[in-house]
């Protein structure tokens, strides 16, 4: 495939020096098969080794790389620059969290509202190749989430400053509750709380944008329909 010329509009922050934010612009000749990240790589390497962006599996499995590409929440690891229509490509961080330099944000709050007990997650992050049946040679996730952040960043509540729970969080509380349903108590008390369900506006972004069809959008509406179940059930008897 011929070399395009593409210049990389980057948003630079760096708190005391780059501050406030503003954009860079980078020139790069590329075989249009690259993906964004692999421009972010050469960038680094090649003009300026201060710039700040994660990644780690370059495959879509560890969700560190996400960030606004033309505006809109991707993987920088599996956008190729050839899927982008314009020749000038737009990076910025994701929204809705604390920045912390040029595109990497906090994703700490994030983390901390998907409970480690969940039983997604033991199964899915802390299995060890000694747990693992005879005759498994490796394991797969049990869910597609990534805990990339896309949703929240896409969701219009996260920036309106609301304390709302988040997309990812809801679905991973879902999918918690049918496979540990002794729990739902508990789980039905966040998924109602004051940064529960009622404050998803039903925008869909969380679902539109999601690199790994896990449809928070759906997940919020089962949680809405068992929330609007049991206050029918309480309003019926209110003992
Ligand atoms: S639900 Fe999708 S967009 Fe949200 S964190 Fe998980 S993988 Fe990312
Ligand atoms: S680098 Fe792991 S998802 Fe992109």
């Given at each position: 495939m011929p070399i395009k010329k593409v210049i990389f509009k980057i948003l630079r922050y760096k708190p005391g020096h780059i501050d406030p934010a503003r954009f860079q612009e980078f020139t790069l000749e590329v075989d249009p098969a690259t993906s964004v990240l692999d421009a972010l790589e050469f960038i680094r390497l090649k003009q300026d080794s201060t710039l700040m962006y994660r990644h780690s599996c370059h495959?879509?499995?560890?969700?560190?790389?996400?960030?606004?590409?033309?505006?809109?929440?991707?993987?920088?690891?599996?956008?190729?620059?050839?899927?982008?229509?314009?020749?000038?490509?737009?990076?910025?961080?994701?929204?809705?969290?604390?920045p912390i330099g040029d595109l990497v944000v906090d994703m700490n709050r994030f983390y901390d509202d998907i409970s480690e007990e969940w039983s997604y997650l033991k199964k899915a992050?802390?299995?060890?190749?000694?747990?693992?049946?005879?005759?498994?040679?490796?394991?797969?996730?049990?869910?597609?989430?990534?805990?990339?952040?896309?949703?929240?960043?896409?969701?219009?509540?996260?920036?309106?400053?609301?304390?709302?729970?988040?997309?990812?969080?809801?679905?991973?509380?879902?999918?918690?509750?049918?496979?540990?349903?002794?729990?739902?108590?508990?789980?039905m008390a966040i998924?109602?709380?004051?940064?529960?369900?009622?404050?998803?506006?039903?925008?869909?972004?969380?679902?539109?944008?999601?690199?790994?069809?896990?449809?928070?959008?759906?997940?919020?509406?089962?949680?809405r329909r068992l929330i609007e179940k049991k206050n029918l059930e309480k309003t019926a008897n209110p003992k």
């Open positions: 495959h879509s499995s560890c969700g560190t790389c996400a960030c606004r590409i033309n505006g809109i929440e991707r993987l920088t690891c599996i956008t190729k620059i050839q899927e982008l229509a314009d020749d000038t490509i737009t990076l910025t961080p994701l929204e809705g969290f604390k992050e802390k299995v060890k190749s000694i747990d693992l049946p005879a005759g498994i040679g490796h394991f797969s996730r049990f869910e597609n989430c990534i805990e990339c952040g896309a949703c929240v960043s896409a969701c219009p509540v996260r920036h309106k400053n609301a304390p709302f729970i988040g997309p990812a969080v809801l679905a991973a509380l879902n999918c918690e509750l049918k496979k540990a349903p002794q729990g739902a108590k508990d789980l998924a109602g709380s004051k940064r529960g369900e009622h404050l998803c506006e039903r925008a869909l972004n969380c679902s539109r944008v999601c690199p790994t069809g896990v449809y928070p959008a759906r997940h919020i509406a089962d949680l």
